[in-house]
């Protein structure tokens, strides 16, 4: 490209285009090669940010290549990379490479996955692999339907959106819902988003398990019903963000028929632990909901953006989500084309289904079960050295793939405070020295360390590495507190 001119078509020539996607491709695949040898956390300022990346509008052209090697210079590195085998925190991106591609092509051809006339093949591979899901999850498959969304918050929006018309129809005024403490805030976000008062929210305290309490749950049911308030909606977690913790799914469902409450299961998390060994024992009575979330760019191991949601009956989704515009007049297709943006939120809509139906394909189901159950084990391996240890306590015992535990060494009489302080610190420490990204969190009033290790291509020898550094920079701090006593 000729340097000034420009391009009121948008257009590079073929050779450009060739030229500069094969750049990219290079790039990508060097990440995925290298990136075990990079360090995954990045720290910056606004300040550094703003030095770095600010600029005024650009009027005129400039090379393709020449933006290219900026981003890669500037903008890429000054991300974490959530792929990386020592990336523990929040909840891990580890991706795969083939629903990357997927995600490509997806883009390339610029597929509009809203309706069925644009595109029948993505309309019909979200039916397929809807099923699929539906089959995993014990949800019936001819009546069951579900809907491909950005993330695990917009499939909790879009639950509860249809729950609230199938119970409350119009009047939600004194309609209730009932979640857990331990329960995701995207949930409560999309209570609000969904206009709730805060009044019409009851958060249940959870048990000593981080396990949402039955009896506290059934007391204030009872209590709200007393009141002529509308109970309508339980959100259980199928794996919490914070501990992996399952709610008793099964004791949930049966509250849920006996007073007529919508039963909305959140697995953004754990749902993909239904592969695993036994993973119908660990999350029991899933097959019970109403609606379910799960999360494909989390433990499916998919390239943001994918979320999903699953329900019972198609038809609640259809029945909630469908307008009809005139403009949309030609292509609505007959009943059994499914448009799926009458199905959700959304009208246009990315393929998304493209890179869950290539990379299940590709790698096969197996492949997944194989590397779920790889990560459950590896969060109890690293259990076992923390028990071995007398520095180390377990807060939460591994599940689910997380595992919470802090510094605590037998022999030195430590306040909680001085405890707090030190656990904060060496997060504070290894965050500081990039090695790994290791973050804290708070369970039962105490400041510990979570490790999320749904990454299947980290290792034990990771782990312990990790746990070294940390013990280093615990002495570091058990050695100031004593400088500061004596
Ligand atoms: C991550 C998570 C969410 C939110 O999902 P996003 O994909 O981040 O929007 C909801 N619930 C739970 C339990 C989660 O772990």
Known sequence: MTKDAVNPKLRLSKEEMRQYGYKIIDHI??????????????????EEMDL?????IPDQPTPANEVLDFVMDHVIPNSNIVSHPKSYSFVPGPSNYVSVMADTLATGFNIFSGGWAASP??????????????????????????????????????????????KCKDDFSKAIIYLSDQAHSSNIKAIKVIGFKKEQIRI????????????????????????????????????????????PLDQIATICKNENLWMHVDGAYGGAAILANKGDLLLKGIEKADSLTVDPHKWFFQ?????????????????????????????????????????????????????????????????????????IDLAEQAE?????????????????????????????DLT????????????????????????????????????????????????????????????EELTTLQKQLS
């Not at 770095?52 to 005024?56: K, V």
């Not at 506290?216 to 959100?235: H, M, S, T, V």
């Not at 959700?344 to 790698?363: E, P, V």
């Not at 050295?385 to 939460?396: A, Q, V």
Request: charged fraction near 25%; hydrophobic fraction near 40%.
């Open 416 to 475: 909680e405070e001085e405890l707090d302080c030190i656990n904060q610190n060496i997060s504070n420490k290894i965050i500081a020295s990039r090695e790994a990204l290791l973050v804290t969190t708070v369970l039962q009033g105490q400041i510990v360390l979570r490790m999320c290790l749904i990454n299947p291509r980290t290792t034990i020898e990771d782990i312990q590495d990790t746990l070294e550094k940390c013990e280093t920079f615990a002495k």
């Open 303 to 375: 390239p943001y953006e994918i979320g999903c949601l699953l329900v019972k009956d198609h038809n609640w989704l259809s029945g909630t989500f469908t307008e009809k515009p005139e403009y949309l007049r030609d292509i609505e297709g007959n009943e059994s084309e499914i448009n799926f943006y009458d199905h959700g939120i959304q009208l246009t809509r990315r393929f998304r289904a493209l890179k869950f139906y290539m990379s299940l394909k590709t790698f096969g189901l197996d492949s997944f079960k194989k590397a779920i159950q790889y990560t």
């Open 52 to 56: 770095l990346l600010t600029e005024a």
């Open 121 to 166: 093949a993505a309309a019909e591979l979200e039916i397929v692999t809807m099923n699929w899901l539906l089959k995993i999850f014990g949800f019936p498959t001819k009546k069951g339907g579900g809907i491909f969304t950005s993330g695990g918050s917009m499939a909790n929006l879009t639950a509860l959106v249809t729950a609230r018309r199938i």
């Open 29 to 46: 695949v060097d990440h995925f090669e290298t990136q075990n040898s990079k360090k995954p956390v990045t720290i910056a300022t606004r």
């Open 384 to 412: 076992t050295i923390l028990r071995k240890s007398s520095n180390w306590e377990i807060t939460s015992p591994a599940t689910l793939a997380i595992i919470n535990f802090r510094y605590h060494p037998i022999g030195f």
């Open 204 to 247: 249940i305290p959870t048990d000593i398990e981080f396990k949402i309490s039955l009896n506290k749950l059934k007391n204030a049911i009872a209590k709200d019903r007393l009141e002529g308030l509308q109970p309508f909606c339980i959100i259980a977690s199928a794996g919490t963000t914070n501990t992996g913790t399952v709610d």
